[in-house]
């Protein structure tokens, strides 16, 4: 079911009681018990009070930030009982549809995972300096925040963010999970005016995640470089044609490693490939990211020309690069940790 995003901007947001991975899952329950016991929507306070063993001024301001702050419930002459997006959370426990509203009600989440996404593994005190950064340079209340106030804030909403798997933590430094990622590229997509400019952003976000990817493994990338950059001098051609990264790296006694990548999301499948087989004698493998029905019809059209490219191309899915994107940063956080000064 599709909804138009709505955006509040609230500053105060607040924490759900419990471990922080089980924030999401909390409050499902929670929203469960409103919709299904006449007590508890009677006095939702006094039965949180009870079944969390928590403060009734806590469960009370529990109520009134994050319920009835998102518009998950609404106040009636019987008591609490949910709303339409509350009843929806429940019915589907779309965490993807939670989010939307979590970070459409309070100021600041969405620069979390833009803040991360340029910048992973952050240590706190890098985020903490970023994300305060931006939301004083936006909206005049937060320059009057106290440290601590600012700490809290920030820490209430990275807790709702793990807790929806979104952002993850090792070794004192938070990322993107896999689905963090996409959703910070569904959120860039989404304000793209039209179909060429989703795609543009979608292609330049994976372009930059393999740059990231292939700096960690310690080559020099090249994004756009040019065929006659990867061919010998002997081969160079008139014509100045690209391929979308490349990967180099120079080994003693091994010569020149040369990992040329396409990604090919619409547009001419036959110029992705010839410009690839112009270099194929001279890489050691040649990565495409596209989807499942692009690679067959690719696979098809180099075996039928017993393309010498067939043996050197790899194919990965977008969501595969985000999951080696993950993988990358995790190993980066523990190298940095384990080894940095």
């Keep these: 079911m599709s909804r138009k995003r709505e955006t509040t901007n609230r500053l105060l947001c607040y924490p759900l009681m419990g471990p922080v991975e089980k924030q999401y899952s909390t409050l499902i329950s929670v929203l469960g018990a409103v919709q299904t016991e006449t007590d508890v929507r009677g006095d939702l306070v006094r039965w949180m009070e009870r079944t969390f063993e928590i403060s009734k001024s806590f469960a009370a301001v529990v109520c009134k930030i994050l319920f009835l702050g998102m518009g998950l419930m609404q106040r009636s002459a019987k008591g609490y009982e949910l ?59 937060p320059c009057s925040w106290s440290k601590q106030h600012l700490r809290s804030q920030l820490r209430f909403r990275l807790d709702w963010l793990r807790s929806l798997n979104l952002v993850d933590l090792v070794t004192g430094r938070y990322y993107l999970s896999t689905r963090g ?17 989703k795609e543009e952003i979608t292609h330049n976000d994976i372009e930059d995640k393999l740059s990231l990817i292939g700096a960690f493994f310690q080559f020099d990338v090249k994004k756009r470089a040019k065929l006659n950059d990867i061919l010998p001098k002997s081969s160079k051609l008139k014509e100045n044609r690209q391929v979308d990264s490349l990967w180099v790296r120079f080994v003693h006694f091994g010569g020149k490693l040369q990992y040329p990548f396409e990604v090919q999301l619409s547009g001419s499948m036959a110029d992705a490939i010839e410009r690839l087989e112009m270099v194929a004698n001279v890489v050691q493998k040649a990565v495409v990211i596209t989807d499942a029905k692009q690679k067959e019809m690719m696979v098809d059209r180099l075996t039928v020309k017993r393309s010498p490219l067939l043996d050197k191309i790899i194919f990965l899915e977008p969501s595969e690069v985000d999951k080696i994107l993950e993988a990358t940063v995790v190993m980066k956080s523990f190298t940095e940790a384990v080894f940095g000064e």
């Design 83 to 141: 709303t339409g997006i509350g009843r929806e959370v429940l019915r589907t426990r779309d965490a993807d549809l939670f989010y939307k509203t979590f970070s459409g009600t309070y100021f600041g989440v969405d620069v979390i995972l833009e803040i991360l996404a340029k910048e992973q593994p952050a240590r706190w005190d890098v985020l903490h300096d970023r994300w305060a950064a931006h939301i004083r340079s936006v909206r005049k209340e």
């Design 181 to 197: 990622s996409q959703v910070r590229r569904g959120e860039l997509e989404s304000a793209a005016g039209t179909p060429m400019e």
